[in-house]
Structure formats: C-alpha cells, structure tokens
C-alpha cells in the first residue's frame, strides 16, 4: 500500500434531508433517500478508521445532520477517538434538548448558517417560515453553553446588498469567525445561477464591504470570505487539492475527493460499504486522478502556481470547459476563460429563484 500523508478531515453528509429550501442548495441534483444512508453502525465504523488513518477533524452536515437521530451518539463515538468535532447546521432543530445532548457528547464546535440578517428576507430565501427567529435562538444557545461560534452567510445577487448588516448580525450574536461564501455553482445552485450570479460592481462592492469588516474586527472576530470563481483571474486550491487533505463522505457511504465530485462521469467512487476509508485513501484510482501535478497539461504544468492552486476545481473545468482535466476557467490562461467572461458580462435579468424543495 502507497503510504501518503493522511487527509486532515473527514467531511460527513450525514443525510441529505433538510428542512429548508435554498434555492442555492449545492448538494446534487439526485439526492441520497433516506434507506440509502449509512446506518449508526456504519458510521461508527467510518469514525474509527478515519481515526486509525490520521484523520483530526469531524466535519458534520448535510443536508440538515441534525435530522439524524443519532446524531449525539456519532459525537460522542468521534469525541472518544480523538476527533475534534464540528457540527455545520441551520439551526433550526437546535432545541434546548437537543443543546443539551451535543454537549454530553462532546461537540466541540458548531457552525450556524444565514441566509440573511432580517427575518422576512431569511424565511423568504430558506423556505422556512419562522426560521431566522430558530436560528437566533440557536445562536444564544452556542454562546451560552460556551462554544465557539462560527456564523456563515452565503451571498447572492438577491442579498448582496445587504452584506453589511450581515456581519454586523454575526458580530452581535457574538461570533468568534464569520464567514462569507458566494454561492458556488453545483447541483442545485447550477439551476439557479442566472439569478443569483452577482454582477460585477456588486462584487467590487461586497470586496470593500469585507475589507473595511476585517479591519474593523481585527483581533476580536475572524472574517473567512469565498469569491465566486466566475470573477476570478485564477483558480482557487479545490478543496486543498484533490485527494490532498480532505476526504468527502455522501450518506450512501461513497466517498470523494470534493464535494462534487461525482459529476465526472469518467470516474467510478468506492464506498465505504464494500471498501476500507485507508484503501480508498492510499489506493482508489478516482482519488489519485487528479492529486498532484503529474496529471496536468499546459499551462498548468510549468506555471508556478501548480502547487498552490493544484489546478483548480475539476468539476469546474467539466462544467465549463467539457473536459475535467482542462485548465480551470476560472483561470485567464484557460482557453475557455471567454466562456465565464461572457457569462459575468451577460445584462443581469430579474429572475425567479427555484428553491429546492424535495426534502426527503
């Protein structure tokens, strides 16, 4: 068996319910059923191999990781390995009770996203009415039983404008990191990107607007910012590189080097089920076909940058360039680079947003 350095995280979609309905929901467009998902003893299982391979964080979503009953007892299982523990959520099923169960497990930190700072625009873009008054309430909870507070604000053309207030939101709720992430542009999102692609003068807007937050909140609260790619003149690093530090788990079992992986078709991805996390790891060919940079061609190839932006997203490149080992577009050394520059120069139009509404 090849010995590589163990990934840092194990990213666990814990189930693909949710009670929302985002319109830029980025999980794919079939989603995993609930009969398909590992059960409590699988997942116990998958936490201690990714113990045994070097694995430190737990990353746990969804879809809604909350909707699963077992939530806590998976905590707690992580937590006696060793792992430290993140739970990312909506927060709108974080009762007191359920408070209380993640802190006997041990969590030991909670992400809490928004989809906005008021609650008419919130429950209007999550498709859950009375859900920014939970997530309030959730975020007192956070604070209360002394955990760290990551807020996370996912921006669009529709809500760009009220960027500000949003940070501003997280620095009252008390959040020790913000972050604010541009929709990225899979599965579901992909339906809606015509409506919620920014335009460029919002972008330039949304930049400065993070740039003056950072400043303002420096030593007290940390600002993580996502672009979208569409704007950029290169590639960000996918995921730390594919295959390089991270592990991506569907609740089916299957496991990925990235999110959205599983929109090449060109590539087969094992599952936990029938194969070991350390095989798939050290050994799967969908995770060493694109790790490094022995797989790339001109320009990626002699650029300086291969080991920094390890090519950019795959997915992206098959997307827009029709071919997964094409240089990312979102690079202006790619050939398809026109494709995204005509797109963000397209005239915005006033677009209906379709939310997702199958919730399994």
């Not at 700072?117 to 959730?138: N, Q, V, W």
């Amino acid at each position: 068996m090849n010995s590589l350095a163990p990934p840092m995280g194990l990213i666990a979609e814990l189930t693909h319910r949710c009670p929302l309905q985002c319109a830029y929901c980025s999980n794919p467009l079939e989603m995993v059923r609930p009969a398909e998902e590992l059960s409590t003893a699988e997942w116990l299982s998958v936490i201690d191999q990714a113990a045994d391979i070097g694995v430190l964080q737990l990353h746990l979503t969804g879809g809604e990781p909350m909707a699963r009953r077992d939530l806590a007892q998976i905590i707690t299982h992580a937590a006696t390995a060793g792992l430290y523990t993140n739970l990312i959520t909506s927060g709108v099923l974080l009762s007191d009770t359920a408070m209380a169960d993640l802190l006997d497990a041990g969590i030991d930190h909670i992400q809490l996203s928004f989809q906005e700072a008021s609650a008419e625009l919130g429950d209007k873009f999550g498709g859950y009415r009375g859900g920014h008054a939970k997530k309030l309430e959730a975020a007192a909870r956070i604070r209360a039983a002394g955990l760290s507070l990551t807020t996370n604000f996912v921006i669009h053309r529709q809500n760009i404008a009220h960027l500000d207030a949003m940070i501003a939101l997280g620095e009252a709720l008390g959040s020790d990191r913000i972050e604010i992430a541009h929709v990225q542009y899979y599965g579901w999102a992909l339906k809606n990107r015509d409506a919620l692609l920014p335009t460029r003068p919002q972008l330039v807007g949304a930049n400065a607007c993070v740039a003056a937050a950072r400043e303002r909140l420096a030593g007290r609260t940390v600002i993580d910012y996502v672009v979208p790619d569409y704007y950029a003149k290169r590639p960000k690093a996918c995921m730390g590189g594919w295959g390089n530090r991270f592990i991506h788990l569907l609740p089916s079992g299957r496991a990925l080097p990235c999110h959205a992986a599983e929109s090449i078709p060109s590539l087969t991805f094992a599952s936990v089920r029938e194969t070991s996390l350390a095989a798939i790891w050290n050994e799967d060919p969908a995770f060493a076909r694109f790790r490094g940079t022995d797989w790339m061609s001109e320009p990626c190839q002699s650029c300086d940058r291969r080991e920094i932006d390890w090519g950019g997203c795959r997915c992206q490149a098959l997307a827009l360039a029709g071919d997964a080992a094409a240089t990312d577009p979102a690079c202006a050394l790619s050939s398809a680079h026109a494709v995204l520059e005509a797109i963000t120069a397209a005239e915005p139009a006033d677009l209906p947003l379709f939310p997702r509404r199958l919730q399994l």
